[in-house]
């Protein structure tokens, strides 16, 4: 499979995406970072409903959740309505049962934000920590960057 086509992604700027300025309001971009994930994951293969409980029926909820316990956003230029962005995901396993995504914004080459986003598994009914999902597992090892980090 084609890293760049589940990796790489694009993001068109719609006007309610901005303020009365015109420029993206903040809250977009951790938004964008998180369905970038979600499109990231259906590009590769893994059904939603296999790695977000709200997606299926109770009887068929996963049974690992994957809250986020942490996210950050740096903005570098102000983006506007009708910016075309591309978005670059960089996965990287924290550990069995965390891991993150580095998100890098671009537009025409310049880089114009930086997103991150970390997520913990956690059993679904317990609350307890466990190992991540085995549909994760593989995307993260398929990125390329799923070996366990140094953090």
Known sequence: MNQASWLELERHVRFGDTDAAGVMHFHQLLRWCHEAWEESLERYGVAAAV?????????????????????????????????????????????????????LFQLQEEVVARGLIR?????????????????????????????????
């Not at 230029?77 to 995901?89: A, E, K, Y």
């Not at 059993?123 to 366990?148: F, H, K, Y």
């Open 51 to 103: 790695v977000f409980p709200g997606c299926r029926d109770q009887e068929h909820r996963p049974q690992i959740a994957l809250p986020v316990i942490h996210c950050e956003a740096d903005f570098l230029r102000p983006v506007h309505g009708g910016d075309q962005l591309c978005l670059t995901l960089q996965p990287e396993r924290i550990n069995p049962g965390c891991f993150e995504v580095h998100y």
């Open 119 to 151: 997520h913990l598994a956690i059993n679904a009914e317990s609350r307890q920590r466990c190992p991540l999902p085995e549909a994760v597992d593989l995307w993260l090892e398929a990125s390329g960057m799923g070996r366990i980090s140094s953090l």
